[in-house]
């Protein structure tokens, strides 16, 4: 199975920061990597898909891009309702899907 | 707006099986992948496996390959994850998800609301 490796696995921010979490994968998965939010005790939601596609009504705020083994998604001012857990997955093999372990954006 | 609705939460003893449902509305689930995906308490997310029911086909990750089952009944619309010799381990909100995708890169666009399942003696 492919291995996503996410890091950090927990950052501190305050509201008005740029945060950069990053995604590497143990193979190759060109651009078929996606990213979720998750809030406690709520589902995920996708955010991007395809590496770098925003997905529909997600604020422009949220960037993905990468391709290959090397991802980023970077939330360009970050907001009180962005504290959250982020995870990467890839869907380069839909026959083994996997997730990175996750981070966790706490306020400062 | 396709919505996933799950069954209600579940306790079980050790060595018993659990199925979940996953009804689907404002949508056909027969031409979209349907994943499950669990989440042990304080951890992260882990993908068990998946039905494509206009193929018939199914398909778990390896770790789940023997305890897991999962099917669809096109006909109500609804999937199904049956999960077989349980232990404490498996204690964990479950989630069916829909996929989405362009082109060929697929993702998770719709999540149902999670089924907690609890092991316990």
């Known amino acids: 199975d492919i291995q996503m490796t996410q890091s950090p696995s927990s950052l501190s921010a305050s509201v008005g920061d740029r945060v950069i979490i990053t995604c590497r994968a143990s193979?190759?998965?060109?651009?078929?990597l996606n990213w979720y939010q998750q809030k406690p005790g709520k589902a995920p939601k996708v955010l991007i898909y395809a590496a770098s596609s925003l997905q529909s009504g997600v604020p422009s705020r949220f960037s993905g891009s990468g391709s290959g083994t090397d991802f980023t998604l970077t939330i360009s001012s970050l907001q009180p309702e962005d504290f959250a857990t982020y995870y990467c997955?890839?869907?380069?093999?839909?026959?083994?899907?996997?997730f990175g372990g996750g981070t966790k954006v706490e306020i400062k | 707006q396709v919505q996933l609705v799950q069954s209600g939460a579940e306790v079980r003893k050790p060595g018993s099986s659990v199925k979940v449902s996953c009804k689907a509305s404002g949508g056909n689930i027969r031409t979209y992948a349907i994943s499950w995906v669990r989440q042990a308490p304080g951890q992260g997310l882990e993908w068990m496996g998946r039905?494509?029911?206009?193929?018939?086909?199914?398909n778990n990750a390896q770790k789940f390959q023997d305890r897991v089952t999962i099917t669809a009944d096109t006909s109500t619309n609804t999937a199904y994850m049956e999960l077989n010799n349980l232990t404490s381990v498996d204690t964990a909100v479950y989630y069916c998800a829909r996929v989405g995708c362009s082109g060929n890169n697929c993702y998770f666009e719709y999540w149902g609301q999670g089924t907690l399942i609890t092991v316990s003696s």
């Open positions: 193979q190759s998965i060109s651009n078929y």
């Open positions: 997955q890839q869907s380069y093999s839909p026959r083994a899907l996997t």
């Open positions: 039905i494509i029911p206009i193929a018939g086909t199914a």
